[in-house]
């Protein structure tokens, strides 16, 4: 249908498999949400964050805080399956310990042989990459087990404003999520960006970090194809690599020429209303690294 260019995709199955699709077609499409990188094609923008955007900082706060016992738990896909491989390369590099590493099936909510697990290795802190309805089970058969998240912390990567406000913010209150955006950030684009979607979707409506992407996405390809004075998709993407940082609601960003954008990374406790309280930030903007060196050596990406 001679489209320009595409925004979206959800899950890294999704993503995976549209990308034959944009091969075929020499198309361009702009994925907003975090992903386990170990990918980098030319015909994808990956404007989510990298692993080393997401879970090694994620990984570099749990051990400020001094934990050592590491509990793995992810959806049975590759998004879990590889955040979870660097995370275990990591812990063990850092003479840390991984006690347990569970997956179950994507919308699996039978988490009594995990928690039980979960019981017996009394890990420090649990890394969730549980994606979709899954958390929900996980978090209430946490809680019916007497297992409470301000004694032992979970730390989760696919939980942001919308999954809290639907499951409930006393379910999750005092846990902790890592991202690259929070509604809760204090810059001027970001309180216009609210007000703006809230004034359109009401004023209960909550925001999120793919939400925010998927929004600036839109913004820099425009950009880029001002710049390229053309939709052709590599003009585009070209151009798209050269644009140098942009102010937006997740702050200052730009894309690098690996086709990743360089970003900050956040994380933040959940409060009873249901927003992240920021506890830590990265000092600066991360430079995206598709292939962790620690667990891919030797592997870059190289498109421009």
């Known amino acids: 249908d001679h489209v320009v260019t595409v925004f979206g995709g959800w ?5 995976k498999a549209m990308l034959p699709v944009f091969q075929k077609f020499h198309n361009l499409l702009w994925y907003p949400v975090q992903f386990e990188g170990n990918e980098c094609s030319p ?5 989510g964050a990298q692993p080393n955007q997401q879970a090694l900082p994620a990984l570099t706060w749990a051990e400020q805080k001094g934990y050592k016992r590491y509990f793995l738990l992810g959806s049975d896909y590759v998004y879990p399956r590889t ?3 660097i995370l275990r390369k990591h812990i063990i590099h850092d003479h840390l310990k991984v006690v347990g590493e569970q997956y179950v099936p994507l919308g699996g909510n039978d988490f009594s042989g995990v928690i039980a697990k979960i019981q017996q290795s009394k890990p420090d802190i649990i890394i969730n990459t549980l994606n979709g309805s899954s958390n929900v089970a996980f978090f209430k058969q946490l809680q019916a087990a007497g297992i409470s998240t301000d004694k032992l912390p979970v730390m989760s990567f696919s939980i942001a404003e919308p999954e809290a406000k639907a499951m409930g913010p006393s379910l999750l209150a005092g846990s902790y999520a ?5 509604m809760s950030l204090k810059n001027t684009l970001n309180a216009a960006f609210i007000k703006a979607y809230q004034a359109k ?5 909550v925001v999120d970090d793919p939400m925010v992407h998927g929004y600036e996405d839109v913004y820099i390809w425009a950009a880029a194809a001002e710049k390229a004075k053309s939709f052709d998709p590599k003009k585009v993407r070209d151009a798209a690599v050269t644009l140098g940082f942009m102010d937006s609601p997740l702050g200052s960003v730009k894309f690098a020429q690996n086709q990743s954008m360089v970003q900050k990374a956040y994380i ?3 409060q009873p209303d249901g927003q992240f309280k920021i506890v830590w930030s990265s000092p600066k903007a991360i430079q995206p690294q598709p292939y962790d060196p620690l667990t891919f050596p030797g592997k870059s990406c190289k498109l421009h």
């Open 201 to 205: 979707y009401g004023k209960d409506t």
């Open 11 to 15: 899950t890294s199955a999704s993503r």
């Open 83 to 85: 955040a979870n491989l």
């Open 178 to 182: 890592t991202w690259n955006y929070f």
């Open 268 to 270: 933040g406790k959940l």
């Open 43 to 47: 015909n994808i923008m990956y404007s």
